[in-house]
């Protein structure tokens, strides 16, 4: 799989983009008196559709049909190279389950915080603790997703913008989550920012590892099975993280509105696009 340098860096600055907005979640905490629970609800749900239906319909037949080949080039044949794609999306699932089953439950960055929390700052070792963990254990999350928007934007510049964005709309909140304990531990406003901003870091983190492992032994066979592995990734974060974090909002209805909202502007995208 030959790449041009404005392919890997179109795909560097896609995989920065959607892990450094979690630097937006934490100005947002900042300047916003309120949070819009209904918005980020919406937007929790259209993310969750919009990588629920790109990984079914597109990552994991794009997989599948790398693995498979064709008749003139079988890779691994119809039947095989079906079952391989199926082993590396569950395989996917597997890594990402287990991340997240090593990160204990009252530091994982699928907690739910309010800007309203900013109001009362007061210094506590306890919540510094929790927000410097909650900072590291986005990070640990957010590795296999940089890779995941890396991988997607080298194969397909329309497929990894999507991803990419689908990806930020979700660190937002996130952001968010790292921002209030620190900024309740400090009183500090530019620290509780830049611990958000930099747990992001580990998207380009994972994108460039990816890159220097991965790369030089990007076979046909080796990419089908990343692919396929992003799929499954992605389905675990879209129903294990988004999709509860929306309905811990309040807002049920809205987040799946949300959902299939995003599936739809990703089907009308693939269309217009194909």
Same mark, same amino acid.
């Given at each position: 799989?030959?790449?041009?340098?404005?392919?890997?860096?179109?795909?560097?600055?896609?995989?920065?983009?959607?892990?450094?907005?979690?630097?937006? #979640?934490?100005?947002?905490?900042?300047?916003?008196?309120?949070?819009?629970?209904?918005?980020?609800?919406?937007?929790?749900?259209?993310?969750?559709?919009?990588?629920? *239906?790109?990984?079914?319909?597109?990552?994991?037949?794009?997989?599948?049909?790398?693995?498979?080949?064709?008749?003139?080039?079988?890779?691994?044949?119809?039947?095989?190279?079906?079952?391989?794609?199926?082993?590396? =999306?569950?395989?996917?699932?597997?890594?990402?389950?287990?991340?997240?089953?090593?990160?204990?439950?009252?530091?994982?960055?699928?907690?739910?915080?309010?800007?309203?929390?900013?109001?009362?700052?007061?210094?506590?070792?306890?919540?510094?603790?929790?927000?410097?963990?909650?900072?590291?254990?986005?990070?640990?999350?957010?590795?296999?997703?940089?890779?995941?928007? =890396?991988?997607?934007?080298?194969?397909?510049?329309?497929?990894?913008?999507?991803?990419?964005?689908?990806?930020?709309?979700?660190?937002?909140?996130?952001?968010?989550?790292?921002?209030?304990?620190?900024?309740?531990?400090?009183?500090?406003?530019?620290?509780?920012?830049? *611990?958000?901003?930099?747990?992001?870091?580990?998207?380009?983190? #994972?994108?460039?590892?990816? *890159?220097?492992?991965?790369?030089? *032994?990007?076979?046909?066979?080796?990419?089908?099975?990343?692919?396929?592995?992003?799929?499954?990734?992605?389905?675990?974060?879209?129903?294990?993280?988004?999709?509860?974090?929306?309905?811990? =909002? #309040?807002?049920?209805?809205?987040?799946?509105? #949300?959902?299939?909202?995003?599936?739809?502007?990703?089907?009308?995208?693939?269309?217009? =696009?194909?």
């Amino acid at each position: 799989m030959e790449l041009s340098t404005h392919d890997i860096l179109f795909a560097f600055a896609l995989t920065a983009f959607a892990g450094l907005s979690t630097g937006i #979640g934490s100005v947002l905490a900042f300047f916003t008196k309120t949070t819009n629970t209904r918005f980020l609800s919406v937007s929790l749900g259209f993310s969750a559709g919009v990588m629920i *239906y790109v990984s079914m319909i597109e990552i994991f037949v794009k997989a599948r049909d790398v693995l498979s080949g064709t008749a003139d080039n079988p890779v691994l044949g119809d039947k095989m190279g079906y079952i391989v794609t199926t082993l590396a =999306f569950f395989g996917g699932i597997l890594i990402i389950a287990l991340i997240d089953k090593l990160i204990p439950s009252f530091e994982n960055p699928h907690e739910i915080r309010k800007v309203e929390e900013m109001e009362t700052p007061h210094k506590n070792k306890k919540l510094m603790r929790m927000g410097l963990f909650t900072a590291l254990a986005i990070g640990i999350h957010n590795f296999p997703e940089g890779l995941a928007t =890396f991988t997607a934007a080298l194969t397909d510049p329309t497929l990894g913008v999507a991803i990419a964005v689908a990806i930020a709309i979700h660190n937002i909140p996130e952001g968010v989550a790292v921002s209030v304990p620190i900024y309740y531990a400090t009183n500090n406003k530019k620290k509780a920012f830049w *611990y958000s901003f930099t747990s992001g870091l580990a998207e380009p983190v #994972g994108a460039i590892l990816g *890159y220097l492992l991965l790369m030089p *032994y990007l076979t046909p066979v080796v990419f089908g099975v990343l692919f396929a592995a992003v799929a499954g990734i992605m389905v675990f974060i879209s129903l294990d993280e988004l999709l509860p974090a929306a309905r811990e =909002f #309040g807002e049920h209805h809205l987040s799946i509105y #949300g959902l299939i909202a995003g599936m739809a502007v990703m089907a009308i995208s693939l269309l217009l =696009f194909a």
